[in-house]
């Protein structure tokens, strides 16, 4: 059985993972590493685990790793995993900057190991199905998209205060949350051009952004509005409305539904959708199939780095108040 460790306790869905893990009957959670050794240890006593503080320590006692330690310590780690010949599925996002997310990946692509990143919306059937309705051509030629994730977490207080720190997170609500409407947004419209945002603090002790907005140019004037808040109650977790030449696509607002009046399929008014029926595994899964049944990795290199390349050029864009472009890699 495979000898999974979690590399860290830092990011809140670190949990989430290694219940899973520990439920599945492919895998076996056998140890917790993390840089909080407070931290980790208590983790591994919830979980029935070993904690082992030292990192290389760690690699060398498990066969793969779900990587879940602050974003801006990424890119070392996950370095390290991959000399040492360890799977990893990371927490989203991969890096700060599309030319750190792409080093990370040709490193992993040519050593043989696997690695995948947590994009968890586009496992989600309603959202595979709004992807097939566009490339059926049910909305006629796609010419904008908004897509919105939000949740009370810095009003109510359940999000820890380490989501704050830029030193660790690389930035606020929009490198994390907003990671979500943005690789659905660029999983529909394509290569990302360029990119403009505005991030703001509604609480006015906020040391990062916990309301933004950005916008995403993509080939032929289509552009898509992402975003990001930890200050919003009772929103749905993902919104998504797709707008074409032929229709308009309205997608949890509120309820996790697909509405469609589409000219192209001849409906007067808004018709729900049933969402795709495809058999899709989790992220988490997908990424085991991946090691132990060698099925191939359908999220494309391409989406893990365009979403680091967003969130960079996010970050340049409200620092400097200007539009900023992405450069090829």
Known sequence: MLKIGVASFWHVHAMDYAKDLKASAR???TLVWDEDIVRGAAAAREL??????????????????????????????????QAAGKHVFSEKVLAVSGREAADIIRAFRRSGVVLSLSLPRLFNPEIRMIKQ????????????????ASHDGGVVGWLPERFFNLDETGGGAFIDLGAHPVYVANWLMGQPLQVTAQFYRVQPQCPVDDNSAVIITYEGNRFAVAEAAFVNGRHPFLSVEVYGTGGTLYFGTPEPRIWINSSQRGSDGYVAVPASGDEVPSALEHWLDQILDRVPQWVSDDEMVRLSQVMEAAAKSAKNRQQTTILPI
């Open 27 to 29: 895998a076996a959670l």
């Open 48 to 81: 029935k685990v070993p904690f082992e503080p030292d990192y290389d320590r760690f690699l060398d006692a498990v066969d793969a790793l779900v990587m879940t330690a602050p974003t801006k310590r990424h890119g070392g780690l996950l370095i390290r995993a």
């Open 133 to 148: 309705l566009i490339n059926e051509g049910a909305l006629g030629q796609v010419t904008s998209v908004r897509t919105r």
